[in-house]
């Protein structure tokens, strides 16, 4: 599967070619970096420490989606977008870790999803997708009386909060209650808040550090507590799993799927 790589000159871009350059049944066919990068011109094998690949990073995508079979895309809710376009024109796979996404970039992705294979995920670990089946499982097992509180800590450097995981994390105990997130989600309390509504999902976000990744989900009952936590370690984790979704979706039909569809989670 011939794979291109966008926002190529950061952390996870570098990370995203790393992986794809370990992974059997595919291979790097492109590197796209935004205009003005110091990464433009450079060998992408030599910019993320896996030896000469013969790619060279540019700013000019239509060309390289042209040429290839799917796109791996950690980085701004506007990037991904436009790519999401790109992708519906070259009918290719997106395969999108990108975090910060608001109703109106769901819409675009949705409708890129007509002609476009995409695969979208809050967070593209094994470990985290299945942490959202069981959350899921307990949160539609579990009444009312059991609070549903979502705490998350993650690097001083990260831009967005509640983090994509913890959202996704969200998502799912709403499913499993069958509620709407957006109707039932606190995402701060100050002052005098008065007390809890039943049924509410509450979020706390941490930031510090140098921390990959850490989420908790914590069912609150009467004299009990139930927690589910996830603590990543490496980034090259995501990594892994956004080149698995890209692999799996590669011979699947033009739709807008997610990580329970690529590890076979649905009915979890």
Known sequence: MRLVVVGAAGRMGRMLIKAIAEAEGCRLVGAIAKKGSDALGHDAGQLAGTGLLDVKVTDDPLPVFAKADGVLDF????????????????????????????????????????????????????????????????????SDDFDIEILEMHHRMKVDAPSGTALLLGEAAAQGRKISLKDRSVRTR???????????????????????????????????????????????????????????????????????????????
């Open 75 to 142: 980085t701004t809710p506007a990037a991904t977008t436009a790519f999401a376009a790109l992708a519906a024109q070259a009918r290719i796979v997106h395969v999108i870790g990108t975090t910060g996404l608001q109703d109106q970039d769901f819409t675009k992705l949705e409708a890129a999803a007509r002609h476009a294979r995409i695969v979208q995920s809050g967070n593209m670990s094994l470990g985290v997708n299945l942490l959202a089946g069981l959350v899921r499982k307990v949160a539609a097992t579990l």
């Open 190 to 268: 100050d002052g005098h808040t008065g007390v809890r509504n039943p049924g509410d999902i509450g979020f706390a976000t941490l930031r510090g550090g140098t921390v990959v990744g850490e989420h908790t989900v914590m069912f609150a009952g009467l004299g009990e507590r139930l927690e589910l936590s996830h603590r990543a370690e490496d980034r090259s984790i995501f990594a892994r799993g956004a080149v698995k979704a890209a692999l799996w979706a590669f011979d699947k039909k033009p739709g807008y799927y997610g990580m329970d569809d690529v590890l076979g989670l649905e009915n979890l």
